[in-house]
Nanobody, 124 residues
């Protein structure tokens, strides 16, 4: 089983990026998908959690109104569209797969599979 995160890079404040999380060895539509990030010296932070296809989506305060999760089941891939990026969004971004529930959706230890992380830098 492998999750391959990609799409990070350098973007100016106010810009957008779309991250991808391509899965192999599992059917991503059967899993919940979460996006986390970790900035230097900070704890891993949950951003968006999408339960398996057709289920609920939860957004953290940091992500609400700016970050959108989507899936392409034919490609076995999930995406995180990030808009209106701010310098505080600079971090390594991770995708994860598991079976999230409401009470522990932001607990990164509850997710079984992880991508390797992709760096997002927001700077002018």
């Amino acid at each position: 089983v492998q999750l391959q995160a990609s799409g990070g890079g350098l973007v100016e404040p106010g810009g957008s990026l779309r991250l991808s999380c391509a899965a192999s060895g599992l059917t991503l539509s059967s899993y919940g998908v979460a996006w986390f990030r970790q900035a230097p010296g900070k704890e891993r932070e949950g951003l968006v959690v999408s339960r398996s296809s057709g289920g609920m989506t939860w957004h953290s305060d940091s992500a609400r109104g700016r970050f959108i999760v989507s899936r392409d089941n034919a490609k076995n891939t999930a995406y995180l569209q990030m808009n209106n990026l701010k310098t505080d969004d600079t971090a390594v971004y991770y995708c994860a797969a598991g079976f999230p529930i409401l009470s522990t959706r932001w607990d990164w230890t509850k997710y079984r599979y992880w991508g390797q992380g992709t760096q997002v830098t927001v700077s002018s």
